[in-house]
């Protein structure tokens, strides 16, 4: 049984990463088109472009880690080592150089290519972890649940703290574009401290040995269940970054950066940073209550109802007025919606430690880093087309940048991509989950046969 420290050492990891990748996921974008001043199909099409590395990278990295041996195991290690490159990747990429347009979309291009790859190279062996600090499938959902957790509270400081960040170097420097790099070094420099505490904290409990690559990608390729959640998490990165990148935009350009809700006796303003930062501290309720819902309906049945709900609350965000009313209808939508995607999230990490142990059980392959590492390229797959379609879309319905005034067709794209696209995105992740075949009740099998083995040899 693993201890309370190394759960909350585990949770802290990602709390690291999940501070840059909100950052990323929501604020990037606009950043590209408003801030850098790279126009809408120009930002589409380099956060597409740039997950052709990804397919070999995420692999590659998965593999690497797999056969790594040292002192402190096989995937903590790299906490260590790239916590420093993950800190100064994320800085490059929101800086902006004084060059010409086709020299800043060169180095646009590079930063954001060093920036996943640094970031494949220290996350997928963090994900992996999961598969060897305990061999107990509900413990790994309270591992995961811990990871979850810690994540969505780092996301809910990275993004209501990010545009008051911005201001305040604003104020101190005049430039917007140094303001938001100045931002990002703070940011990052919370994130190296948090990786390092993550590494001094946790240990891996589980001996691997590694088995035939060939084998290993011969497994992989087999595995039902790896095939559909490895789809079913590109859907749900692509329903958040979806709803996530429209945000920025949405306040900018529909309900306006800051205005004010009235609740009567008080009223508060109503900002993206706000919504999104509310977000992820339902996120975090999601999350806490996964635990106990998974353990009575297993992890597959909650998966599949809270795709239902999201797809239910997201066409009803689509008709909300603009007004005072419709303001508080809108936060409570992001409460509910965040809370069913809090659920999932922990579940599919979860999962995929399931989909490890069925592997070792169905053909002795022990490729945890392989199979994780294509839940970080579902991550980054789901992202970037979220986020250039986005784009692609806004373009399409003839969002200017930096207009004051936008046409009701760029209205409309914004609410589509923020109410009946992720709704269909959810529909489609719900389909795909009825075919996951790994049941609470075979899992305990699988765990039973893989303890009898490791008994017997």
Same mark, same amino acid.
């Given at each position: ?47 597409? %472009? ?11 990295? $998965? ?26 990747? $994320? ?11 086709? $020299? ?101 409990? %589980? ?34 970054? /979806? ?42 309720? $999601? ?5 106990? /819902? ?48 809090? %659920? ?48 692609? %879309? ?64």
């Amino acid at each position: 049984m693993a201890s309370l420290k190394e759960k909350i050492g585990y949770g802290l990891g990602d709390t690291s990463s999940s501070m840059f990748w909100k950052i990323f996921s929501y604020y990037l974008p606009i950043f590209y088109s408003d801030v850098f001043e790279l126009s809408l199909a120009q930002t589409a099409t380099l956060m597409f %472009i740039t997950r052709i590395w990804d397919t070999v990278s995420d692999p590659m990295m $998965g593999v690497i880690a797999d056969r790594t041996q040292t002192r402190w195991g096989k995937y903590r290690p790299y906490l260590l080592w790239f916590a420093a490159p993950f800190a100064i990747a $994320g800085v490059l990429l929101f800086t902006t150089p004084n060059l010409e347009e086709n $020299g800043k979309l060169i180095w646009a291009y590079c930063t954001y290519i060093l920036m996943m790859t640094v970031y494949t190279g220290i996350n997928v062996p963090y994900a992996s972890m999961l598969g060897v600090v305990t061999d107990d499938s509900d413990e790994k959902t309270v591992f995961s649940s811990f990871r979850m957790f810690f994540a969505y509270a780092g996301s809910f400081v990275a993004l209501f703290a990010w545009e008051p960040l911005c201001s305040f170097f604003q104020d101190q420097v005049g430039s917007v574009a140094e303001a938001w790099q100045h931002a990002m070094i703070v940011i990052a420099c919370m994130c190296l401290v948090l990786f390092l505490t993550s590494f001094a904290l946790t240990k891996e409990h %589980i001996k691997v040995t590694p088995t035939g690559l060939g084998n290993d990608f011969k497994s992989l390729l087999s595995n039902l269940p790896w095939w559909t959640l490895t789809l079913a998490s590109v859907c749900t990165n692509l329903f958040n970054t /979806v709803r996530g990148s429209t945000v920025a935009y949405y306040f900018k350009y529909y309900i306006g950066e800051n205005v004010n809700i009235d609740l009567g006796l008080t009223s508060f303003i109503f900002f993206a940073g706000l919504f999104l930062a509310v977000g992820e501290v339902c996120n975090m309720a $999601g999350v806490v209550i996964a635990v106990p /819902v998974a353990k009575k309906l297993g992890k597959k049945s909650t998966f599949i109802l809270s795709c239902a709900a999201l797809v239910v609350f997201s066409i009803i965000f689509f008709y909300m007025p603009l007004s005072n009313t419709g303001f508080i209808l809108m936060l409570l939508l992001q409460i509910i919606i965040s809370i069913f995607t809090g %659920i999932m999230s922990p579940l599919v990490w979860s999962m995929y430690a399931d989909v490890a142990d069925y592997a070792r059980w169905k053909d002795n392959a022990n490729c945890t880093g392989l199979i994780f590492s294509s839940g970080s390229f579902a991550q980054k797959l789901g992202g970037a087309v979220a986020g250039s379609a986005v784009l692609m %879309i806004l373009d399409a319905f003839g969002l200017v940048p930096n207009a004051v005034e936008q046409a009701d067709s760029a209205i409309l794209g914004m609410k589509l991509t923020i109410s009946w696209i992720p709704a269909g995105i959810a529909l489609f992740m719900m389909l795909v989950l009825i075919f996951y075949p790994l049941t609470r009740k075979k899992m305990d099998e699988i765990t039973f046969k893989l303890k009898l083995s490791t008994d017997t040899e």
